[in-house]
Structure formats: C-alpha cells, structure tokens
C-alpha cells in the first residue's frame, strides 16, 4: 500500500521518456517492460535478430481437451499442493502418447480411460524441462474417441509470483501468514496443473478446492456446493460451477483471509471487491467502478457479460498491476484500494483506469481471445484504449482523454521515434518471447492507433464491427486481420490497409503541411515523411503511411471540417469556404498519431486561437508537444526557431511549467 498515490503519478503525470529510478521503485507492467525492452538495443539490426530464438513447435492436435475437472489442495504451511486432474478429451488420431505442458510439477500416476473402456496406466513420463512439456507415454494406441486422462500430480507453493503461488500477508495481530493465488499469464498455468497452455486451446474447467474452513476460497465461477473435507475435519471441499470454454491463462484460483463489499450491477451480476481484512472500505470506489463499467460495456458491445458473478481482488503480493482472470480479476492492492479518507484524485483515476482495462478484456480477450501471443499487442492495446472510453463515461469530470494525450500518446510517439522501437506487431514463437512484448509500444501505442481508428471509422459503425466480431468470435480465438475484416466490412473503408501500415513497421510519420489561399478556397500541400528523433533522414525507402488526417479551422476548432486518407508520400487537398484571416489546424482532438510540421505562415496564424484559448487543451498539448520535438530535432534555422519558441510561449502552463518550458528552450542552441 506504501506506494499507491506514486504509481498512479507515473502513469499519469508520465516521464516523456523511461526514468529507470521510477521504474525500479514502481515496477508496474507498462513501466518495467518498457525498461527491458528499451534497456540495451542500439540499433534495428540487433532489436530484430532477436538472437537467441529457440525452436519452438505447438502441441499436437491429436489429443485436446473438452473439460478439465480439476481438484487442488494446498497446504498453506508447507507451501505445497496436491492435485487431482479428470480431464475429458477428444483423441482424433489414435496414439500411444499425450504431449501436454508441465512445468515444476511432480506426475504422480496418469491413466487413461476410453470411454466405454478399460483404464490404460501410463508407463512413463517424459518430461521436456526445457519446452516446459510433458509426454505421457501409454502401453497401448488410444483409439480416436472420447476419454477421460486421470493424473495426480504435486507441486510447490512457489514464491515466484507466477503459477500457483504464495503470497504473504500481515493479519492485524502482526502474525504472518500466506494466502495461495494464482498468475496465468502468459504461460504459468502449467505450472499449477498439466494442461494445453495455449490460448487456442479452449475448454470448460469444473474446479474444487480443498482449503481450510475459515479461508476465502475464490475461482473464476461461483461457489456451487461446500462440504466437509471427508479426511480431514479442518478443511472443506468448495466447488465451482462449470466455466465458459476458456483459455488456461484466464483460470484463477485464490485461497486466503479477506473481507469484501458486494454490490449488484444494473444488469444483475454480483461484484465483490475483495480487500486485505479490516479494510473492505477501500473497496467500495472500485466497486462502484465495476458496477458501472459492466453495463456500460455490455451497451458498448451489444454482448452481455456472460457469468453470473464477478470479483475484484487485492492480492499482496503480485507482479503485474493486474490480471484479468475471467470472473476473478486480480490486481495489486495499489491498483484496487482507495482509502476513503485519504485519497488523491489521481490514484482514484489510476484505480477507474484499471478497472476499465481489466473489465474490457472479459470480452476482448476472455470471451473472443487471440489466437496466438503474436495478436497480443491488440488485446493490449484496445483494452488500454477502451479504458479511457469508459473512465470518460463514469467519470466525465475527470477529463481523461486529456491524460491519454499527455501519457499514453506522447509517451508512444516518444519511444516510438528511436530507431531502436520495434512494430506495433512481432511475430511471437516461443513463448518466452512473449514478454518481451509486453511493453510500451504494445500498451500505448497500441491504444494510440485503435483510438486513431476508431476516430477514423466512427463511434457507430465501430461499434457494429465490434459487435459483429464479439458475436461471429465468441467462445472462440481470432486474429487482428479477423477484428480488421468485421470493422472494414462495418464501415466500408479499407481498415486492413490502413491499420497494416501502423502496426506491421515501426515508427510514424511528420506530416509536413503549406497552405495558399485561392479566393475563398484553402489549398493545402500535405506530405509525409518518417520522423526520427535522431533526425530528418534521407532514406531512400522511406516508409509510407496510409494516414486519416483531419482538418478543422477556427470557425468550429472541435468540429472536423474535412477528412482525408493521405495514402501517398503527398497530396493536395482543396477547403472550400475558408475566409483568408481564419486559422486552420490539423488533427483536431490529437488523435492521430503523428506529428505535424506547419509551415511558418500556418503555425503564425495560430497564434490567436492560442491566445484566446479557441484551440482546444488537447490541441494545445499536441502542438506543443511537436512543437517541442521539432525544436530538439527538426528545425535548421534560427528564424524557425524563434517562430516555434513564439508559438510555445503563448501555450499557457502554469508556472512552474513555464519556467521548465524556458529553461528547455535556453538548451536547444545551437540548433541542427
Ligand atoms: N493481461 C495483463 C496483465 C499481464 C500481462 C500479465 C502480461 C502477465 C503478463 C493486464 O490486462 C494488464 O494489462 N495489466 C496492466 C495494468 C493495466 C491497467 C494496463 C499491468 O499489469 O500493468
Ligand atoms: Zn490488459
């Protein structure tokens, strides 16, 4: 709890580039990866030859799983687990193996039954450590057909954070004690069961825990039956209802001492945030959160949420900021409590912005989930978009969009200029290489470019693409180019070109724009070139971007006055009715991601709308912070300079920005 008001100031007051110290101190997942991936890469050569890249082969498809009945006994004191797996399976090829994955896990017996038939022991057990695999090894072939594969296993309590693991808790007496939690994501669920720990790999998970009588136990499902322990009169057998077809990396299971405060979402499912006892006041803002956001969401998609209950909790000890187990989101505590009495409207906003992002994946993600860890970055990304959309909704007052530009957006335009950033979508094989693209560019920019999109589509017909590809997905994985053919189809434009040339290479573009008056027309000259923050380049193969560029004047600042798809290196584009002393500014809201260069003459001409605060704040911020980027890097002349420096002195900031702002102009000479 010592570090809850700190973490939300990183994410939204935002360093503009990675500050290690925070980092180090505040290791949230956006922050910690994009230091390792941004920590000792010097150039695109060494980024891309990723070098040790490990042979990597999916599991065989001949035996899958339909459901996994799953029983698990921790003991909370030696920090171990008993586990007793019933999985139904489909065998479609006939085999004398099972090759499923197992990592730290101790294979005790295995059988398989037929159905209809007579058990088969397994001999053998071969475990692949490296490839965190196991090949269970029978005597006999496994006819194609239906069975049940039976394996009692044990395992450890890790202290790892990941799998099934312990986490340590103060109970207010100053006892010590240790709740057992689980973390899936990306490829840990093997180390709690033998399992297809793959995303694409989807089946129906019946769980009962055996835990003592007088702890929490908690799953994805709710609680259907809970008796005493036959063996042991200290324990109780909780079972939960049969989940959805789920991923492995989306199962949860929590065992511990907690209190909660529950509340019932306008569209009758239960939340609970379940907060360290003694404290279940600090759940309620998040609560309310979640109470609201369901609904909203289930409006947004057109897709109810499909369990009958959800819960929020906060774990002591957890890696990432949070995670979002189907029914049972896991968040460290910073990211869930609010002290009612003693709480900054940051953390509060930082706290809705979670909530927003872990309650978005139950649909994107949980209910149509990525085929593969390569489409990653778009469940990432739309959640980290989307979060904002919902914040804005509960919250109007806090004016979030403003914080998306000021952190996630000028922070990914940051990153995304070295020439050592990477595109949006890499290709994942082992899935050891997942982590590594967790980062910034996958976070934000990612939702930098789906908010980009979505502008471009539209909210209405976005929404139809959205629900057209929640109900066609359903229950099922997919790809972006599936998300990308519901949205083109949706709105008739040509989505997968446009969104290939943001994610599929690096970097964006400087759209550098003139203007000239023709009679009461405004005619403008739009190019666009790479832009590096080490420098304007001459490449030859410059790349190209299929960029929505919007224009607004100062007849309407908020209001867009035309739309075009710059789908070349340059164009012209004609603006009737323009009278020659209105200003004219281009993308309006900052939603597209890319910096813009004006011509002295335009950037001059926007001097009043700065001045008597007409351009909008978001507007303000965006051209400021070009402006700023241009002046470092772009900008070859002193007359230029002096220009810019005009421009930015008359963008009000409070003072001690100001004086900030001075002082990084009083740096910038000489210029090159
Ligand atoms: N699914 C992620 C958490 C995750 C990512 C766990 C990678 C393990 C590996 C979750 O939805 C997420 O993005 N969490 C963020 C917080 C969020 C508000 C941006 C995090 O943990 O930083
Ligand atoms: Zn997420």
């Known amino acids: 709890m010592s570090c809850r008001v700190s973490l939300s100031v990183i994410r939204l007051a935002l360093p503009r580039s990675p500050n290690p110290i925070a980092k180090l101190v505040f290791p949230t997942l956006r922050a910690s990866r994009l230091l390792v991936r941004f920590k000792s890469v010097s150039s695109e050569s060494t980024l891309f030859s990723m070098p040790e890249r490990r042979p990597f082969v999916r599991l065989p498809t001949d035996v899958y799983p339909v459901n996994y009945g799953l029983r698990l006994k921790p003991d909370l004191i030696d920090f171990t687990f008993e586990g007793k797996l019933e999985a139904a399976v489909e065998v479609t090829q006939g085999t004398n193996q099972i090759v499923m994955n197992c990592a730290d896990i101790d294979i005790i017996t295995a059988s398989f039954v037929p159905e209809g038939g007579e058990e088969i022991n397994a001999t053998g057990f071969n475990y692949q450590n490296e490839d965190e695999k196991v090949t269970l090894c029978f005597p006999s072939t496994l006819q194609k057909g239906s069975g049940l594969l039976k394996i009692d296993f044990v395992g450890e309590l890790n202290d790892k954070m990941k799998g099934f693991y312990r986490s340590k808790y103060t109970i207010p007496s100053g006892e010590i004690r240790y709740a057992a939690v689980t973390q899936f994501e990306a490829t840990d669920a093997r180390r709690a069961f033998p399992c297809w720990d793959e995303p694409a790999i989807k089946a129906t998970f019946d769980i009962t825990l055996i835990v003592p009588k007088d702890r929490v136990a908690l799953s994805n499902m709710n609680v259907v039956d809970r008796k005493p322990y036959p063996e042991d009169h200290s324990l109780v057998e909780v079972k939960f209802a049969t989940t959805p077809i789920m991923s492995t990396y989306l199962v949860a299971f929590v065992i511990g001492e907690y209190d909660f405060v529950e509340s019932q979402s306008s569209d009758g499912v239960t939340v609970r945030v379940y907060t360290p006892v003694g404290k279940a006041e600090q759940g309620r803002f998040a609560l309310e959160v979640a109470t609201k956001t369901l609904p909203f969401y289930k409006d947004y998609f057109s897709v109810p949420y499909p369990l009958p209950k959800i819960d929020l909790i906060a774990i002591a000890d957890f890696a990432a900021g949070a995670m979002e187990n189907w029914g049972l989101v896991t968040y460290r505590e910073t990211a869930l409590l609010i002290d009612p009495k003693n709480s900054c409207a940051s953390s509060r906003q930082w706290v809705a912005l979670v909530v927003g992002h872990e309650l978005a994946h139950q649909w994107f993600g949980n209910l149509v989930t990525m085929e593969w860890w390569t489409h990653l970055w778009l469940n990432e990304g739309f959640a980290s978009w989307i979060e904002y959309l919902c914040v804005d909704h509960c919250f109007p007052e806090y004016d979030i969009w403003t914080q998306f530009v000021s952190a996630d957006y000028t922070r990914a335009l940051d990153l995304d200029a070295l020439d050592n950033s990477h595109p949006i979508e890499v290709d994942v094989g082992h899935p050891s290489e997942v982590d590594e693209i ?67 290479q690096m970097g964006f573009p400087i759209i550098v724009v003139d203007q000239e008056q023709h009679g009461s027309d405004r005619v403008l000259k739009i190019s666009q070139k790479k832009f590096c923050a080490s420098g304007p380049r001459n490449d030859e193969n410059c790349p190209n971007w299929m960029v929505p560029i919007s224009i607004c004047t100062s007849e309407d600042p908020s209001c867009t006055k035309l739309e075009v798809l710059l789908d070349q290196p340059e164009t012209t584009v004609n603006i009737t009715n323009v009278a020659p002393d209105h200003w004219l500014k281009i993308n309006p809201g900052t939603v597209g991601f890319y910096r813009i260069q004006y011509s002295s003459a335009m950037l001059e001409s926007l001097l009043p709308g700065i001045r008597d605060l007409t351009l909008l704040p978001v507007d303000r911020l965006g051209l400021q912070n070009d402006l700023f980027s241009l002046l470092h890097k772009q900008a070859d002349m002193q007359e230029e300079k002096n220009r810019i420096e005009r421009v930015l002195g008359a963008i009000p900031a409070p003072d001690i920005i100001q004086r900030v702002l001075n002082f990084a102009l009083s740096k910038c000479e000489p210029l090159c």
């Open 438 to 504: 967790f980062d910034a560019i996958s976070y934000s920019k990612g939702a930098s470019v789906i908010r980009m999109l979505h502008n471009y589509i539209g909210d209405e017909d976005f929404r139809k693409g959205m629900n057209a590809y929640l109900l066609k997905f359903q229950h099922k994985n997919a790809s972006t180019e599936d998300l990308w053919e519901c949205l083109e189809q949706a709105s008739g434009k040509p989505i997968a070109a446009v969104m290939n040339s943001w994610t599929k």
